[in-house]
């Protein structure tokens, strides 16, 4: 059987451009004489669609174009994720679908049914799950048709599972011989390896090859890697698509044999692309071409250019330096050699004049108060104005250098640093910073050596550095995991071997400052726990443990 | 049967303050003789905890307090709402429960069966629904006990029923004679009056009375209204507590009668309830005592400054007039008037020096582009900077003061006028802050008269009104209305008699500007749909309808 993977960037509700993409992949695997040929998730509307699902006529128009594609399916096999009407009387108004198309017709549909509700995802908010599965008859096979969480709940595979149903074993035990999957299944460090083991470990316990068809790109705080792949029934992986780019491959089942060699990417590998693509398709799919951040010498604002310069290109990057008086020499000579690093475009504006001018016009108000934070968030406050101005005049997209250590406890200022349409590096710990930067020197120096060895400074008050302010980087990411992505209490974390106050410290900070994240830019995901949608705390509340 | 009702006002997460205040009514309420006592949904936790429910110690820490409870609960029976373990190996981890509670002995525990997923509610996330519901013999009757979403299926009441099935109903079938239930039921304007009917409907259907605690209080962006009640098997109103008020309500049932001649508070009377309680527990419950904001001459700023004098008192709110070589004479003395019909303290900042410094300090950048909305900006930042440094300063919390109208179609500046903790009236359309006003000066001036009758402008350029750029308010929220609240299409809305390029401009405008509202402060839900955490739209998307 010759089949092929369509692993495909589409652009949440681009239901136009989505279908058109496929229009033309499908004439393309006919051609080609592909008999099957397999689309991701909601690949017509994108993922996640989010609340376009309450909207009546987004759902309409969806059906409209997965009739566009049937028609186009003669003298092929298609199978295609879109959203489905739920037509009786009771429960959520809608499924998450796959259709079967084959020479014009729609001969089956499937829903899903374990709908992912829980960090990222809100399925249970718009989708019915599936009242059966069973499998069909395609191209001599007895396929099941799965959409990604469903293969995510093996009794096997987890200690504890999310729902009380198996799709999977339900398929098996109905005589399925050829899993198919479509998903959307978004990246984190450590998933893509998860999701094919999971996939294997399926096949050896069912004795069945599988495909699997992931969705690719960036869609706001997500980036999907795609990695679709091919298992055979012993568990071995035949065949893998890249990882962060499309692929569209046409291969013939019977001639693949066990790939051998296969190697996955390190982690600050994929990192780097994971934050490249999802720079790209932010800034391209809300129609950016450019962009601008402030340089300041430091190594956040550093890797944030050099992914910029990467993702736009370095003529479409703009960096900016805004020293104060009490801005290091190196703040500006850094600045200037990582942008001659990157050749980015490259600009200075000091802000003394707009402090002094803002001293002055407060001075009445704040007589008889000694000067505190409030004038080094005045300075960065002005640096954020300063940033705006030049993206609503030139159109640049402003992008974010904070990273997920200060973002954590609020080492950063609302409305200053904080401010920009994205937040680059907004899950990278301060301590993966450092490894990423290290990673992207591999060849040759990229981040300027002096930024990576001088001790991090905000540099909002004379000799400042962080680590007046905070615990070790290596302490402070600590207890952040343990707290953050492993969801310990204060005691369990202490345990781990850390001072008990500093974890105390921490936490309390992390919960105080939950209102200035909650006004954040969207950050990319790459962790198994960002900030953002995917993790949602009270702001006013009475817990700190 | 003597029963106690006990309409309290929780803090999410507070679980040792939410307990002593139920330790010290169940006292209260045995000294008084009442046979039973309930408490709202989830009481422990405070509503809605939201993720704090995937923090295992915080689950163990409601356990224990759930326990005080069990050990306090001598002499009568007490209901509360609790989160309880899901001791089985597959699906959620926990279910949303009422204990009832019965001479120092948990007698049993009842499981919420319908989890609201859709608006603000995200329960899928973290309950598994109820496996079975029975009534339970309390005090000589067979009573169903039920929690909030639980009365909301009735296949009578609703011509599509959420859900597939009905605790209610299911409840009946078993020999029901006494309807409870426990709610956390935040507030939009028509709800308490649907929720009672509907209650009203039931008890006719079923010929049974039902008792109905529902918490009040503002949590981040939600007002929990209070208005509980008791309705007998005719379905007549016996008793209804106050809306917006903490209520501890000791009630003879046998001697209640039909209540005659309750009146519902009209809409602009509980709109300013709900503004002024949620302002006050956003502040108190994050430990603030004192609010700044801007006063611009305008409506906006003048009903939120209103707001915040009822909330807090007028001698912990500064006002700051921040006038520019732009602002009309009356904005200042406009601005004046209010600081001194409200008794609020009062300051003034003109931001022209600031302004200059910014614009020589960009000249080299700009040089040679005309002056457009960036120099508009560029002001609405200065005076956002100004007011955070004020807040900074003195500890006061900076309240936003933009219209829902406007943060629909982005007519404010990120960063600039809508920095804030609180966005007091966000979710009010502009036609709403005129109806409240008026409302507001039903006995003599508060909101200076000529506030109220000004053409809106945001003063930022020469002579400009709001009415250059959008179209007029009762056409905009119409479109807003029908796009936002009913989800209707283009088409549908221009049916409904709208200018069908005025409406494609107004829904474009609104899908434009997500990215601005993502990054908002956190507003007072008053609405059926109101931005925020109940509306979740993509930023980067290729739908505009």
Redesign the interface.
């Known amino acids: 059987m010759k089949v092929a993977l369509a692993q495909i960037n589409t ?8 279908t058109a993409k496929m229009l033309d992949l499908i004439a393309q695997a006919r051609e080609a004489g592909a008999e099957l040929l397999m689309f991701p998730e909601l690949a017509i509307t ?1 993922y ?5 699902l ?5 759902v309409e ?1 969806n059906l409209a174009c997965l009739d566009e594609l049937r028609k186009a399916s003669h003298g092929l096999t298609v199978v295609v994720g879109f959203v489905d009407r739920n037509l009786t ?4 108004r809608l499924f998450n679908a796959a259709a079967v198309l084959q020479n014009g017709k729609m001969t089956s549909v499937h829903h899903k049914t374990l709908l992912p ?2 960090d990222v995802f ?1 399925e ?2 718009y989708f019915e799950p599936a009242d059966l599965v069973t499998p069909v008859n395609l191209l001599g096979h007895h396929a099941g048709i799965s959409i990604c969480e469903d293969i995510w709940n093996d009794s096997d595979f987890w200690s ?5 149903s198996d799709p999977i074993e339900n398929l098996s035990r109905q005589g399925m011989d050829l899993l198919l999957n479509i998903s959307a299944s978004p990246f984190h460090t450590g998933k893509p390896q998860l999701r094919l083991a999971m996939v294997q470990a399926a096949c050896r316990k069912y004795r069945l090859p599988a495909i699997y068809v992931n969705q690719v790109g ?3 705080g997500l980036v999907f890697d795609g990695h679709s792949f091919i298992v055979d029934a012993q568990g071995h992986l035949l065949w893998i698509g890249q990882g962060f780019e499309e692929e569209f491959a046409i291969l013939e089942l019977d001639d693949l044999k066990t790939l051998t060699g296969f190697q996955w990417a390190s982690d600050m590998a994929m990192i780097e692309k994971a934050l490249v693509l999802g720079t790209r ?2 800034l391209h ?2 129609g950016f071409k450019s962009a601008v951040l402030g340089l300041s010498g430091g190594i956040d604002s550093a890797i944030t250019a050099a992914i910029a310069a990467q993702a736009l290109g370095p003529e479409n990057v703009l960096g900016v330096a805004m020293p104060s008086q009490y801005s290091s020499e190196g703040s500006v000579t850094d600045a200037e050699a990582l942008a001659k690093n990157l050749g980015v475009n490259y ?1 200075e ?3 003394r ?2 402090f ?3 001293r ?3 001075a009445p ?2 007589e008889g ?1 000694a000067e ?3 004038e080094e ?2 300075q960065a ?2 640096r ?3 940033l ?3 993206s ?2 030139f159109g640049h997209l402003l992008l974010t250098t904070g990273n997920k250590s200060e973002m954590a406890v609020g080492y950063c200022t ?2 200053g640093d904080m ?1 920009g ?1 994205l937040a680059v590096i907004a899950d990278l710990p301060k301590t993966w910073v450092y490894d990423l930067a290290r990673y992207m020197n591999r060849n040759g120096e990229v981040i300027p050596e002096n930024t990576i060895t001088k001790p991090p400074s905000a540099e909002l008050r004379p000799d400042q550095t962080d680590q007046d302010s905070l615990p070790p980087y290596e302490v402070l990411d600590g207890i952040l995991r343990a707290y953050i992505e492993e ?1 310990k ?4 974390i202490a345990e781990l071997g850390y001072d008990r106050e500093v974890v105390n410290w921490v936490i309390r900070k992390i919960n105080f400052n939950e ?1 200035k994240r ?5 950050g990319l995901k790459v962790t198994r726990k960002a900030f953002g ?1 995917g ?9 700190d ?1």
């Open positions: 652009t949440v509700g681009a239901l136009k451009a989505n994108g996640p669609p989010m609340d376009l309450d909207r009546e006529s987004f128009a009387s009771k429960g959520k509700t829980y809100d249970d908010r504890r599972r999310l729902y009380l960036g869609n706001d398709d932010y799919k809300t600009r504006i000091p802000i004049p707009m002094d001018s803002f002055e016009a407060l108000a704040f108060k505190d934070v409030t968030n005045l406050r002005i954020g104005n300063l705006m101005a030049l609503n005049k609302l409305y401010c349409g969801s209490s204060n005691a369990e209102y909650r006004q954040a830019p969207p949608q993790r949602r705390y009270p702001i006013a509340r009475g817990y443990g």
